[in-house]
């Protein structure tokens, strides 16, 4: 009998819900109306925007960025950069289509500056580069440390190239390593830098930097 009075209630309850939510949808019948062809148009909207402006816009700053990257590769890093009178450099690519060229402007832009001794530009450029990619995340990494380098701001440098080589070991790694243990060591860290050393020793024998790595080893050792 208990049983099927609590049946009964709970079916007693469902009803005045399913009423209940009846009853809203009658008295608010126009605003849901209203809302959800609000929504339809917000959608439409969006679908419109990315079809018709921001796709286009990103084919035509692909479309001019093609030239400058041939530029960027053939070595013509001035022409990469302010463009060559025909074709827009990545500075003006950069100022006119932003990311919508893709985030591979930024690291041109960064290493363009850099070869040509603009470091500070260098640094402004390569930190807006941020991708997934550890490989190439590590590229940037390192050469915004050549550039704090290159203005001597040894701290800056090392954390860096050590950024850069914490992100994964891969082949280039090692050079990473290198170049944190020589700011290390130019700025009198002989112990930061002689740890740097005998990580490349043990773990990257067989790389360019591991074969002349008892040099830089016995450098430091022969002072202490």
């Known amino acids: 009998m208990a049983k099927n009075n609590q049946k009964e209630a709970q079916q007693e309850q469902v009803a005045t819900t399913v009423s209940g939510v009846e009853e809203f949808f009658k008295k608010n ?10 929504l339809v148009v917000v959608i439409l909207g969006i679908f419109a925007i990315n079809r018709w402006v921001i796709a286009p816009a990103k084919a ?3 479309a001019q960025l093609f030239p400058a990257e041939q530029l960027f590769r053939d070595g013509n890093f001035e022409a990469a950069l302010n463009g060559d009178g025909n074709n827009l450099g990545l500075t003006d690519i950069i ?3 932003g990311k ?3 985030k591979a402007v930024y690291l041109y832009a960064g290493l363009c500056n850099l070869q040509l001794g603009n470091n500070e530009e260098a640094i402004a450029n390569l930190s807006k580069y941020n991708v997934k990619d550890k490989i190439m995340q590590g590229r940037a990494y390192c050469a915004i440390g050549d550039a ?6 040894y701290a800056n440098a090392l954390s860096f190239y050590k950024k850069a080589a914490a992100l994964g070991e891969n ?3 090692p050079g990473y390593l290198l170049k944190a243990a020589l700011v290390s060591e130019e700025t009198g860290d002989k112990a930061g830098a002689l740890k740097l050393y ?4 043990t773990k990257y024998p067989q790389t360019i930097e591991g074969y002349d790595i008892q040099k830089y080893i016995s450098r430091i050792e022969n002072q202490q």
């Open 148 to 153: 704090y380098s290159n203005l001597k701001d």
């Open 100 to 102: 919508k060229a893709g």
């Open 171 to 173: 082949e280039l790694t």
């Open 60 to 62: 035509e700053a692909q």
């Open 95 to 97: 100022a006119n289509y």
């Open 29 to 38: 019948q126009k605003w849901i109306e209203w809302a959800l062809l609000a």
């Open 198 to 201: 005998k990580e490349i020793e």
